[in-house]
């Protein structure tokens, strides 16, 4: 490795502890002013949370780039960018880094929605005594669609509440001892049974609107649909004509647009739940992200294969 190749890093590097000492770090989270010569660049860590231009904004002029890093675990936003990588180039996500946080966000909007307490916050804003009986998480059929680290994780949150079944469905069928990863073309049958579906995958053209008009048709009358994946996972005209009839039920952290914006109907639909994205956004974050940027910035320094390697630029 030559000497004085650059690392840009969305986290100050002084407050990640120790680096390898061979590589030249600076500190850019998406501000208008680069802190260095992009073209020294050889491993970029991409400002988190800070949009799709932000975060390509530098690419073109970084030629002797070898690593687009991502904290986030889903990469579309970057996929638009990989053609104009230089030959050889990989694009890393973020592993299981946000596995923990946004299984807690997602078990936390299926009790809240089940439990309506988005309803039992209302009356009390208004000093009003309004108890009901709710369904409870027991007993309950779940489907997880996408299990990776994050359907992983929220399988393994959802178990100590006794659900009656977990059944899982991904990109591909697969079986591992007893677990039983279902493909999509299995959906049709697995939908009519889950009274809450929970959607862990990543957004890719294979899921882009997969959840649409005939997906939630399948869905039981009363389920509950949770999203914790993409927005652009749901076709929203078709979950919106869903909830506004009442039949079906939805718990989302993202949305399709998003933000969402002032006004739009998803605010007001009934038996809607919505957070603003921040399913990896807790105090889980910080101290895992900088573990996973040591890990990866020491194997780079070493010559050793990184992890987490998505797609490269060929």
Excluded at 87 to 111: I, K, P, R
Excluded at 113 to 127: C, F, H, T, W
Excluded at 156 to 167: D, G, Q, S
Excluded at 288 to 298: K, N, P, S, V
Aim: aromatic content about 4%; charged content about 20%.
């Amino acid at each position: 490795m030559t000497t004085a190749e650059d690392v840009w890093l969305p986290l100050p590097p002084e407050e990640l502890g120790p680096l390898p000492p061979e590589l030249t770090y600076h500190y850019w989270n998406g501000e208008e002013e680069y802190p260095a010569d992009p073209a020294r660049c050889v491993f970029y860590v991409v400002p988190y949370m800070k949009g799709q231009r932000t975060a390509v904004r530098p690419l073109p002029d970084m030629p002797r780039l070898r690593v687009v890093h991502t904290l986030t675990a889903g990469v579309d936003h970057m996929l638009p960018a990989l053609g104009t990588l230089p030959a050889g180039a990989v694009l890393c996500n973020a592993g299981d880094l946000h596995s923990t946080s946004t299984a807690e966000l997602a078990l936390a909007l299926t009790l809240a929605a089940l439990r309506d307490i988005p309803g039992a916050v209302r009356a009390q804003d208004e000093g009003r005594w309004d108890p009901a009986v709710c369904p409870s998480l027991a007993d309950r059929r779940v489907l997880i669609v996408g299990y990776g680290g994050i359907g992983r994780a929220v399988e393994a949150r959802l178990r100590p509440f006794e659900p009656a079944a977990v059944e899982r469905s991904a990109g591909r069928a697969r079986r591992t001892g007893d677990t039983v990863v279902h493909g999509p073309e299995s959906l049709p049958g697995l939908l009519p049974r889950a009274e809450v579906v929970i959607l862990c995958t990543p957004l890719t053209e294979a899921t882009r609107g997969m959840v649409d008009a005939e997906f939630l048709a399948r869905m039981r009358d009363g389920a509950l649909l949770v999203n914790v994946a993409r927005g652009a996972v749901v076709d929203t005209e078709a979950l919106l004509a869903e909830v506004t009839s009442g039949r079906l039920r939805a718990a989302l952290d993202v949305t399709d647009p998003e933000p969402l914006p002032a006004g739009h109907p998803l605010w007001r639909a009934p038996g809607v739940l919505i957070t603003p994205h921040v399913g990896g956004a807790s105090s889980a974050f910080r101290p895992r992200a900088e573990r996973l940027l040591r890990g990866q910035l020491g194997r780079f320094a070493a010559g050793e294969p990184l992890r987490h390697v998505v797609a490269d630029a060929g």
